[in-house]
C-alpha cells in the first residue's frame, strides 16, 4: 500500500500542485465549489422526502436536485482525488479521511441503490421507502462534511 501511496504522490499532477500555492487553493476551492453543490441540493431532497415543501411535487424537485447533487459529488471527488495525491501517505493515516469515505461510500451506494431500483425520477418508490432512505443521507453527507472538516485537525 505504501508503494501505491508514493506512486500516486509521485505523480506528475500531485508534484506540480505541491509545488503551486495558487494551484492547490484553487483545487481546494474546487472541491469546497463541489461539496457545497452535493450537501445544497441533497439536503433538501432528502427533506423533501421526509415530508417537508410537499405541495412541491416530487417528480419535481428530484428533476432539478439529482443533476445538480450528481455534479457536486463528481466535482468534488475528482477535485478530493487531486488534494489527496499531494500527501497520499500522510492522508491515508488519518481516521477522519477513513470515515469520510466510508460515509461517502455509503451515501453514493444509497442514492445509485435508489435510483436503479426506481429510476432517475424515483416515481415509484412508497413514501416510506424515501424516508429510509432520507435518514441514511442526511447521516452520511453531513458525516462525511464533519469527518472532512476534521482532517485539517488530525494529528494536533
Known amino acids: 500500500m505504501e508503494t501505491l501511496l508514493a506512486g500516486i504522490e509521485g505523480t506528475a499532477l500531485a508534484q506540480a500542485l505541491r509545488g503551486s500555492r495558487w494551484g492547490y487553493a484553487f ?3 474546487t472541491h469546497i465549489l463541489g461539496i457545497a453543490l452535493l ?7 432528502q427533506l423533501r422526502f421526509l415530508g417537508l415543501w410537499s405541495s412541491v411535487p416530487r417528480h419535481l424537485i428530484v428533476r432539478v436536485l439529482t443533476p445538480v447533487a450528481a455534479t457536486g ?5 475528482t477535485a478530493g482525488l487531486l488534494l489527496f495525491s ?7 493515516a488519518i481516521g477522519f479521511l477513513q470515515a469520510k469515505l466510508v ?3 455509503l451515501g453514493t451506494l ?4 435508489l435510483h436503479r431500483a426506481h429510476g432517475l425520477r424515483l416515481e415509484s418508490v412508497s413514501d ?3 424516508a429510509i432512505h432520507a435518514v441514511v443521507s442526511i447521516a452520511c453527507w453531513i458525516g462525511a462534511l464533519v469527518c472532512g472538516r476534521l482532517i485539517a485537525f488530525a494529528g494536533d
Do not use: D, H, K, M
Not at 450537501?39 to 431532497?45: E, K, Q
Not at 499531494?86 to 491515508?92: D, F, G, H, S
Not at 444509497?110 to 441503490?113: F, I, K, R
Open 86 to 92: 499531494v500527501r497520499a501517505q500522510e492522508y491515508a
Open 128 to 130: 416510506a421507502r424515501l
Open 39 to 45: 450537501v445544497g441540493a441533497t439536503i433538501p431532497l
Open 27 to 29: 483545487t481546494n476551492a
Open 103 to 105: 460515509l461517502i461510500a
Open 73 to 77: 459529488f463528481a466535482i468534488a471527488v
Open 110 to 113: 444509497s442514492a445509485v441503490v
